[in-house]
């Protein structure tokens, strides 16, 4: 089974997420927070943008700061690099993170048999990040065992 080796914190997930704007780099959060099955509730619009039309986007609501500040159980996720929140961090009074700030080692993965694909730079980096976390790799998967003086 494929797993993830970092999800979303539980404290996190158990929230309704919202996610900063609409351009190129909410649309890379959202993905990735599809991905690791946590439900968006909406997108958050900086000051000045006059709602009109069609309120939606990915079939989420877009709302503006007042909106968002009136929601009981909610976060705001940014980009982890994103100039537009400074200019807005003072008008939103629910907590706000950066996306590698809602992210630890998934759970799932302690006490199970780790196998990883491949045995390049990535698989060694993944395996020393594991280890810092006790978790052990039990072993690589590879399809060509040796490639241009790359062991791949």
Same mark, same amino acid.
């Given at each position: 089974? =494929? &797993?993830?080796?970092?999800?979303?914190?539980?404290?996190?997930?158990?929230?309704?997420?919202?996610?900063?704007?609409?351009? $190129?780099?909410?649309?890379?959060?959202?993905?990735?927070?599809?991905?690791? !099955?946590?439900?968006?509730?909406? *997108?958050?619009?900086?000051?000045?943008?006059? !709602?009109?039309?069609?309120?939606?986007?990915?079939?989420?609501?877009?709302?503006?700061?007042?909106? *968002?500040?009136?929601? +009981? #159980?909610? $976060?705001?996720?940014?980009?982890?690099?994103? $100039?537009?929140?400074?200019?807005?961090?003072? !008008?939103?009074?629910?907590?706000?993170?950066? +996306?590698?700030?809602?992210?630890?080692?998934?759970?799932?993965?302690?006490?199970? #048999? =780790?196998?990883?694909?491949?045995?390049?730079?990535?698989?060694?980096?993944?395996?020393?990040?594991?280890? &810092?976390?006790?978790?052990?790799?039990?072993?690589?998967? $590879?399809?060509?065992?040796?490639?241009?003086?790359?062991?791949?």
């Amino acid at each position: 089974m =494929i &797993k993830f080796i970092k999800s979303v914190k539980d404290d996190i997930a158990k929230k309704d997420v919202y996610v900063w704007n609409v351009n $190129v780099d909410s649309m890379n959060l959202f993905v990735s927070l599809g991905i690791m !099955l946590i439900d968006i509730k909406g *997108f958050v619009l900086p000051q000045g943008n006059n !709602l009109k039309g069609d309120n939606t986007i990915m079939n989420r609501p877009l709302v503006t700061i007042e909106e *968002f500040n009136q929601k +009981f #159980n909610a $976060v705001l996720i940014t980009a982890d690099y994103c $100039v537009t929140i400074k200019e807005a961090e003072h !008008l939103i009074n629910k907590p706000i993170f950066k +996306f590698t700030e809602i992210l630890s080692i998934n759970q799932s993965l302690y006490n199970k #048999n =780790i196998y990883l694909y491949g045995i390049g730079q990535g698989a060694k980096e993944i395996s020393e990040n594991l280890f &810092k976390e006790n978790i052990k790799v039990r072993g690589y998967v $590879v399809t060509q065992t040796y490639r241009g003086g790359v062991y791949t």
